[in-house]
C-alpha cells in the first residue's frame, strides 16, 4: 500500500470496530489521518496511539453524522484547517432490529441519515474535490446484507443496499476522473454493531465472526488496487455467490429463517 504513504484520509466511524482498524491500517502505511465519530475520548486515545506508533499526523473532529448538520460541521472543520483529502473511508454506519411497523421513527431516521444521506454527501463534497485534482480514492461500508432482503432488517438491508448500488455506480462514472470507489461488504464480524442494532447472537454465529482488523485489511488492499467491490471472508463470499443464484423471490423467506 505504497500509494498511501504521506497521503491525508478522512476515516468516519473511527472510534471503534472497523473504522479503528482502517485508522490502524492507513496509519501503519504512512497515511496522515482524520478521525470521526461522536466519541471524542475514543478518537484521543486513538490518536495518541498512532502519532506515537507511526509517527503519522492525525486530527479529530467530533461529529454526529446521522444529521446533515453534523455533515456541515465536519467538512467546515476540514475546509477550515485546510485539509486535503486524498482518502475518505466511508465506514460510520449502524443497525437496527425489529418489526418494522413497531420500530423507533427517530432512531429510524437517524440510521438513514447516517447510512445514506451522510455518506452520499461527503462522497458528493470529496469526490467532487478529488474529481477536480484528477486523484482520490473512496472506500464505502456496505455489507453482506445490501445483497439481500432481510426481515426485521429490513431498512439497515435496504440502507446497505443504497450503499453497493451507489458505490458501483460511481466507481465506474468517476473511472474518467482517476477517482476509484471501493464497496467493501463485511459480514458478521466482531464490533460493536450487534450491541448498537438490538442484536442477540447464538453460538454459531459467534463463532463465524470476522476478526475487524482483517476486514479493514481486505478493504484497504482493495481500495489500492481501485477494486470495485470486496466481500472479505471465504463464508461471505459464498454467501454472496449463493444470493446471487437464488430467485428473488426465495431471498426474503431465507434471509428472515437465517436473523430467527
Ligand atoms: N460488524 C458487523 O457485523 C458489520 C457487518 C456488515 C457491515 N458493517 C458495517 O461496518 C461499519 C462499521 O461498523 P462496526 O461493525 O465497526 O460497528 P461499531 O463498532 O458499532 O462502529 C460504528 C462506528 O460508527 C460510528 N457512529 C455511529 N453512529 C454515529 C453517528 N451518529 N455519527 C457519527 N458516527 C457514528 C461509531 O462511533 P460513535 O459511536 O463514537 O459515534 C463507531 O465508530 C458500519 O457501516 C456497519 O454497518 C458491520
Same mark, same amino acid.
Given at each position: 500500500?505504497?500509494?498511501? =504513504?504521506?497521503?491525508?484520509?478522512?476515516?468516519? !466511524?473511527? /472510534?471503534?470496530?472497523?473504522?479503528?482498524?482502517?485508522?490502524?491500517? $492507513?496509519?501503519? &502505511?504512512?497515511? %496522515?489521518?482524520?478521525?470521526?465519530?461522536?466519541?471524542?475520548?475514543?478518537?484521543?486515545?486513538?490518536?495518541?496511539?498512532?502519532?506515537? *506508533?507511526?509517527?503519522?499526523?492525525?486530527?479529530?473532529?467530533? #461529529?454526529?453524522? /446521522?444529521?446533515?448538520?453534523?455533515? #456541515?460541521?465536519?467538512?467546515? #472543520? =476540514?475546509?477550515?484547517?485546510?485539509?486535503?483529502?486524498?482518502? =475518505?473511508?466511508?465506514?460510520? !454506519?449502524?443497525?437496527?432490529?425489529?418489526?418494522?411497523?413497531?420500530?423507533?421513527?427517530?432512531?429510524?431516521?437517524? @440510521?438513514? !441519515?447516517?447510512?445514506?444521506?451522510?455518506? *452520499?454527501?461527503?462522497?458528493?463534497?470529496?469526490?467532487?474535490?478529488?474529481?477536480?485534482?484528477?486523484?482520490? %480514492?473512496?472506500?464505502?461500508?456496505? /455489507?453482506?446484507?445490501?445483497?439481500?432482503?432481510?426481515?426485521?432488517?429490513?431498512?439497515?438491508?435496504?440502507?446497505?443496499?443504497?450503499?453497493?448500488?451507489?458505490?458501483?455506480? $460511481?466507481?465506474?462514472?468517476?473511472?474518467? %476522473?482517476?477517482?476509484?470507489?471501493?464497496?467493501?461488504?463485511?459480514?458478521?464480524?466482531?464490533?460493536?454493531?450487534?450491541?448498537? /442494532?438490538?442484536?442477540?447472537?447464538?453460538?454459531?454465529?459467534?463463532?463465524?465472526? @470476522?476478526?475487524?482488523?482483517?476486514?479493514?485489511?481486505?478493504?484497504?488492499?482493495?481500495?489500492?488496487?481501485?477494486? #470495485?467491490?470486496?466481500?472479505?471472508?471465504?463464508?461471505?463470499?459464498? *454467501?454472496?455467490?449463493? $444470493?446471487?443464484?437464488?430467485?428473488? &423471490?426465495?431471498?426474503?423467506?431465507?434471509?428472515?429463517?437465517?436473523?430467527?
Amino acid at each position: 500500500m505504497k500509494q498511501f =504513504l504521506n497521503k491525508t484520509a478522512l476515516v468516519t !466511524g473511527a /472510534s471503534g470496530g472497523i473504522g479503528a482498524e482502517f485508522a490502524r491500517g $492507513l496509519a501503519k &502505511a504512512g497515511c %496522515h489521518l482524520v478521525l470521526t465519530a461522536r466519541r471524542e475520548e475514543r478518537l484521543r486515545a486513538l490518536k495518541k496511539d498512532l502519532e506515537r *506508533t507511526w509517527g503519522v499526523q492525525v486530527d479529530i473532529v467530533q #461529529s454526529d453524522l /446521522s444529521t446533515l448538520e453534523g455533515v #456541515s460541521h465536519l467538512i467546515n #472543520s =476540514l475546509d477550515q484547517k485546510n485539509h486535503a483529502i486524498d482518502i =475518505l473511508i466511508n465506514n460510520a !454506519g449502524f443497525g437496527y432490529e425489529g418489526d418494522f411497523v413497531l420500530q423507533n421513527d427517530d432512531r429510524l431516521n437517524e @440510521m438513514i !441519515g447516517l447510512n445514506i444521506t451522510a455518506l *452520499t454527501f461527503l462522497t458528493k463534497h470529496f469526490g467532487r474535490v478529488m474529481a477536480e485534482k484528477q486523484s482520490g %480514492h473512496i472506500l464505502l461500508t456496505s /455489507s453482506v446484507g445490501g445483497f439481500t432482503p432481510c426481515p426485521r432488517m429490513a431498512v439497515y438491508d435496504a440502507t446497505k443496499a443504497y450503499v453497493l448500488i451507489l458505490g458501483e455506480a $460511481l466507481n465506474h462514472e468517476l473511472k474518467k %476522473h482517476h477517482v476509484t470507489v471501493t464497496t467493501l461488504c463485511p459480514g458478521a464480524t466482531r464490533t460493536g454493531f450487534f450491541t448498537a /442494532s438490538g442484536q442477540t447472537l447464538n453460538a454459531l454465529v459467534k463463532m463465524t465472526l @470476522m476478526n475487524p482488523e482483517k476486514v479493514a485489511r481486505d478493504g484497504l488492499k482493495a481500495l489500492a488496487k481501485g477494486k #470495485s467491490l470486496v466481500v472479505p471472508g471465504l463464508l461471505n463470499q459464498l *454467501t454472496v455467490w449463493g $444470493l446471487r443464484l437464488l430467485p428473488r &423471490a426465495f431471498m426474503a423467506p431465507v434471509a428472515g429463517t437465517v436473523m430467527n
